[in-house]
């Protein structure tokens, strides 16, 4: 999955006095580009939805799962959002077709 980006490379931590001067002084100050609060815990409530998907498709707790990939599209671009109802629906109706043919066909199986 894609992680947040950044600009340049600021280490392991940023300084949050010299976050605070750069906004008061750019001049002297020159700011780091850090990803903003909002972008951070939405990154951060992605990464934990996806470990607890992991680990119920591990579990055996879906019978069908189709991972739908839409790099274009923000996680926060609401104005998307019938676009990206019709693209996942068009990408997953012939996987879940197929799956279903298969579920019959090994419902009628003899066991």
Not at 28 to 37: N, R
Not at 96 to 109: A, M, V
Request: a negative charge.
């Amino acid at each position: 999955s894609k992680g947040m980006n950044v600009e340049e490379d600021y280490g392991l931590s940023v300084s949050g006095w010299r976050q605070l001067l750069s906004r008061f002084i750019p001049t002297w100050v020159k700011p780091v580009k850090v990803p903003g609060v909002a972008e951070v815990l939405m990154q951060s409530m992605v990464v934990g939805s996806a470990i607890t998907r992991d680990k119920s498709l591990k579990s055996g707790l879906a019978d069908f799962y189709c991972n739908i990939q839409l790099p274009d599209v923000g996680l926060l671009d609401f104005n998307a959002v019938t676009e990206v109802e019709q693209r996942g629906y068009d990408t997953v109706l012939e996987p879940l077709k197929q799956w279903l043919d298969k579920e019959r066909l090994d419902s009628q199986k003899p066991h």
